[in-house]
């Protein structure tokens, strides 16, 4: 799975739009991009995944450049409990099986 | 729509005894996969099982660990004579097809284990 790069933290106000980019110059055409946070003390959360296409759901939305080399996940309004690391993995989900491979994430401070 | 669960949720032994993680899957889930997480450390992977049988141990320490997912019940992680290095916080994850586009995999709240 290709490597990705992340800043190490971010800030951001309540109630602004949180953008948090991740760089994966060496993705290859089989490879998703996945985000899942980590609110401090538990398990990690799913947010969204994608391919090449922008998705959004209910959580955040996801914007893949066309190159395919880098990607920002935006959370809307952000709120309080939105603190928390946020990882951005690269897999490869049509080759068997694909585990995950957590770098070390952004950690995002969302302030009253 | 219980999600993935974990017992119990702290675990507290003393160097030398054996350490039970057990993990239930989501409803309809196959697949389970173990991380472990040092403390200050990111998540790493340890094992993935389906039903009854081990698919990937790669990373899984050599000795004293073992893992299993029987075809009733929860998987286990067991450590045995613990020592204070394996304090960590050790999380399940489980998803539906174990390939795919379609196979997220969704987390339980973990299991924090310390050593003494």
């Known amino acids: 799975d290709a490597k990705t790069t992340q800043p190490p933290s971010m800030d951001c106000a309540e109630g602004r739009a949180a953008n948090l980019p991740c760089n994966h110059s060496t993705i290859s055409g089989n490879e998703y991009v996945y985000w899942y946070r980590q609110i401090h003390s538990q398990g990690p959360q799913y947010i969204i995944h994608?391919?090449?296409n922008n998705e959004t759901n209910e959580m955040a939305s996801l914007i893949i450049t066309e190159d395919r080399k880098s990607s920002t996940l935006i959370l809307p309004h952000a709120t309080l409990r939105d603190t928390a690391v946020y990882y951005c993995i690269v897999r490869d989900m049509n080759s068997g099986y694909s585990t995950l491979t957590f770098g070390k994430g952004t950690m995002l401070l969302v302030s009253p | 729509n219980a999600g993935v669960m974990q017992n119990p949720r702290h675990l507290v032994r003393r160097r030398g005894q054996e350490a039970r993680l057990r993990c239930s899957p989501m409803k309809g889930h196959s697949h389970v996969y173990w991380y472990r997480q040092l403390p200050e450390e990111g998540l790493k992977f340890m094992v993935y099982l389906q039903k009854e049988n081990i698919i990937d141990e790669s990373g899984m320490p050599k000795e004293r660990f073992s893992a299993e997912f029987p075809k009733e019940g929860p998987s286990i992680l067991r450590i045995q004579q613990v020592v204070r290095g394996d304090s960590a916080a050790y999380f399940c994850a489980s998803s539906p097809l174990g390939t795919g586009e379609a196979d997220t995999q969704y987390f339980g709240p973990g299991t924090r284990l310390t050593v003494l």
């Open positions: 994608g391919l090449k």
